[in-house]
């Protein structure tokens, strides 16, 4: 679940650990609160409540500190995504064009392909299109999502650090085999990569 | 039901009176508000009934990997069945239609709404929609297109959609003019000597509602125009074959359906806010920050909406500012949280099933909004979209938070409307039950949605067949729950004993009449507190079976600590 296939996945899972921390911290605060003012001003031990209308420097405190707190959220959930965005170089690009109900994974050599291979180590640019409904091409062990508008042309990069086989799945609902577009992204070391790349031509498809 | 319901013979209250109709008519032709409230209050249980037996099929199709009980395409059309129900039938109305119909005359003193035969015609819209919609949703075809009719999908779908966006737009036009009647209600209708910053909470809420439903739902229904233009002149507009824009379609959905969310969410935190004062005989901590804050989610809820679509291809610049306003609606919201808790400290609580069901609640939609964090990061949320997580988030929000509100809701008022008191002990039983399956239920998706297990899946991987077992089973014990609750309200108005007008010890003015009340309400004019939650010199002591007994001895402790 938190295996770092990418130095991104990383920072998303430490995105995700810190709110996470906060909002249990928050829960806690809150049921320990609740729970702790129900036993003891239970109405058979505290029969006379005190008349208390409010309090402007709590009310002030507990506006301000989680306003504090909730930006951080944002910065941090901003700046990775920025970074994200931003990358300028790139090593290698991919076209993914999704239909009702598969993929098509097209290299630079003019090859299509049904699972996608890739290098380790290298960034990847994806470019991303639809030829008929809306779809998301979606690597969850790369914590990465973009969906796929026909039309239009989305991009995502990555990244990964660690061979292996990962999971492509379909995240926008597009009709009765959404579920079924399950393909592989197999990252491989650079020079397997490089063999099974010279020994596919756009003839063989 | 038993319209012959009683607890007094001095007065004749709003179920016995008679009118030019009989019969049926005399309720589907009346402009009493109350009755309104439990004609919508009938109407939308049985929606929710409909919409319940859908998850719970769905929950026992994903019991097991492959066809379960159905096939890939009957699943579609059951999630899409459940959102369209739930989320247009039940929630969306829900508390505004039934306890803001009911309760906000009460509760400012006026004898109906601003415009009774509006609300009428409010209520003839809602079920023209609503039976149109379940006809055309069940009857004429096996629609598949999610809640969210998102296009391309539902514009080349085989499913026609034209009827069932029909009844959305009828159902729109019922949203808006319930919330005109109410804002002008709240406006024009309060007893003398209430002021704006007087009103109970549960108005306030609901007047803040009234102003989304105004503003934001003629844009569902600018929308549904659209699309059916484009699908009978193929204008193009937002199908790209067209040379259309799919994604304006999103933006067009989300504007109204994100602020629906806080129509949904806001009139059940009023009735959170009533609820933790009476049962802590105080008035709300910081009442003031509490209206406003009110007031603040309605209009920040509004500027929000594309963070649903933080992977839909719209520009960084628009992910970036969408992400970072989304944030402020945590405030208020959190604000709110923080007050009904400091309600409690130093009260006098009381633990009854609306209480209970109030705090537990509290508990339950603290877990969805704060989840809502995680979401409205962009860097998380690009991984954790359209994923079970936001399945959980959501439901800990609806499930959790607005329909446990809405239940304690129920049990509060019941004793109000029927005049008769349910069973205390089955109704908290309830409860913990509710709480134990709303939890077992909805957690394993936060787990799911971050392993990566995408949304409106028919079939999924094995890793997650455990996760997807337990939240099965969770939804057998939540449906049990909410089954008790609802039959236990059943038996106390038939054999429930005698309420009396206020057996809770509520200040608000609805507790002021004889329960149910009489057909204009109030038989004397009410006198206002400056407080709505007035329990200056209160003692728990001299209160007993919804009576205050009068005690010297207890007359003297209440002078000491006035």
């Not at chain 1, 180590?121 to 779809?135: A, E, Y």
């Not at chain 2, 909004?369 to 954790?384: K, R």
């Amino acid at each position: 679940m938190f295996e770092q296939t990418s130095k991104y996945v990383g920072t998303v899972d430490g995105a995700m650990l810190y709110i996470t921390a906060f909002s249990v911290l928050m829960l806690l605060l809150i049921t320990v609160a609740m729970i702790y003012f129900v036993i003891k001003y239970r109405a058979s031990k505290n029969p006379i409540p005190t008349q208390y209308h409010g309090n402007a420097v709590i009310e002030v405190i507990w506006i301000v500190i989680p306003t504090i707190i909730v930006l951080s959220m944002f910065y941090y959930g901003y700046t990775d995504f920025s970074d994200l965005r931003n990358t300028k170089q790139f090593d290698e690009e991919y076209h993914v064009t999704a239909k009702m109900w598969d993929w098509d994974f097209k290299y630079d050599n003019g090859v299509i392909t049904d699972t996608l291979y890739v290098p380790v180590g290298k960034t990847l640019k994806f470019n991303i299109t639809s030829i008929d409904v809306l779809h998301s091409f979606y690597l969850p062990a790369f914590r990465i999502k973009e969906d796929a508008v026909p039309g239009r042309n989305g991009f995502i990069f990555i990244t990964p650090n660690k061979t292996g086989v990962y999971d492509i799945a379909c995240a926008e609902y597009c009709g009765v085999n959404h579920w079924d577009m399950y393909k592989k992204l197999i990252v491989m070391e650079q020079d397997e990569y490089s063999k099974w790349y010279n020994s596919q031509s756009p003839d063989k498809n | 039901m038993s319209i012959s319901t009683t607890t007094n013979n001095n007065y004749t209250n709003f179920f016995q009176v008679k009118t030019k109709h009989k019969g049926l008519l005399a309720w589907l032709l009346t402009t009493d508000h109350k009755r309104i409230g439990i004609m919508y209050l009938v109407s939308i249980l049985t929606f929710f009934l409909v919409g319940l037996t859908f998850a719970f099929l769905m929950r026992l199709e994903m019991l097991t990997p492959g066809p379960t009980i159905v096939d890939a395409q009957t699943y579609n059309s059951f999630f899409t069945l459940h959102g369209m129900i739930m989320v247009f039938l039940f929630i969306i109305p829900g508390i505004p239609a039934v306890f803001g119909n009911i309760f906000i005359p009460l509760q400012i003193g006026a004898e109906d709404v601003a415009f009774p035969r509006l609300n009428l015609l409010s209520y003839h819209l809602y079920l023209i929609g609503a039976f149109l919609a379940l006809y055309s949703l069940i009857f004429q075809t096996h629609i598949d297109t999610g809640w969210t009719f998102y296009v391309p999908y539902s514009l080349r779908t085989g499913t026609d959609v034209t009827l069932t966006l029909l009844a959305a737009f009828i159902l729109g036009f019922s949203s808006i003019l319930t919330g005109l009647n109410f804002v002008t209600t709240c406006h024009r209708m309060r007893v003398k000597g209430m002021k704006m910053f007087e009103m109970p909470l549960f108005t306030w809420a609901l007047y803040s509602t009234a102003w989304i439903q105004v503003v934001a739902t003629p844009i569902i229904g600018i929308t549904i125009v659209l699309v059916l233009l484009e699908r009978t002149f193929k204008f193009g507009i937002f199908d790209p074959t067209l040379g259309g824009d799919p994604v304006l379609y999103q933006h067009l959905f989300w504007i109204y359906s994100h602020p629906a969310v806080y129509i949904m969410a806001i009139p059940a935190f009023g009735i959170i806010s009533d609820v933790v004062a009476t049962f802590s005989r105080k008035s709300v901590f910081g009442y003031k920050v509490m209206a406003y804050s009110t007031l603040a989610i309605a209009v920040i809820g509004y500027m929000v909406w594309a963070h649903h679509m933080f992977t839909s291809g719209m520009s960084d610049t628009a992910r970036t500012v969408f992400s970072f306003l989304t944030f402020f609606v945590a405030i208020p919201t959190g604000v709110k949280v923080f007050n009904w808790v400091a309600t409690l400290w130093r009260g006098t609580i009381v633990l009854s099933s609306p209480m209970l069901m109030a705090l537990s609640a509290i508990f339950l939609f603290s877990i969805g909004g704060l989840t809502g964090l995680h979401l409205g990061a962009i860097s998380t949320d690009i991984h954790l979209h359209d994923t079970y997580f936001v399945i959980a988030h959501f439901h800990y929000v609806i499930i959790g938070g607005i329909l446990s509100m809405f239940i304690a809701g129920m049990h509060y008022w019941f004793p109000k409307i029927f005049g008769k008191m349910h069973n205390e002990k089955v109704a908290k039983v309830g409860v913990v039950l509710y709480f134990i399956g709303a939890n077992v239920l909805y957690f394993p998706m936060f787990i799911m949605g971050y392993m990566g297990m995408p949304r409106r899946y028919f079939d999924y991987l094995p890793e997650y067949q455990i996760y997807h077992q337990i939240s099965t089973v969770g939804s057998w014990i939540l449906i049990t729950a909410i089954l008790l609750m609802f039959i236990n309200l059943l038996i106390g108005i038939i054999k429930g004993k005698p309420a009396g007008p206020n057996p809770w010890g509520a200040k608000t003015l609805e507790w002021t009449m004889p329960s149910p009340p009489p057909l204009l309400n109030f038989i004397e004019t009410p006198v206002p507190s400056h407080d709505p939650y007035d329990y200056h010199g209160h003692d728990e002591r001299n209160f007993k079976n919804g009576k205050f007994i009068k005690n010297e001895e207890n007359d003297i402790i209440n002078q000491e600590n006035s």
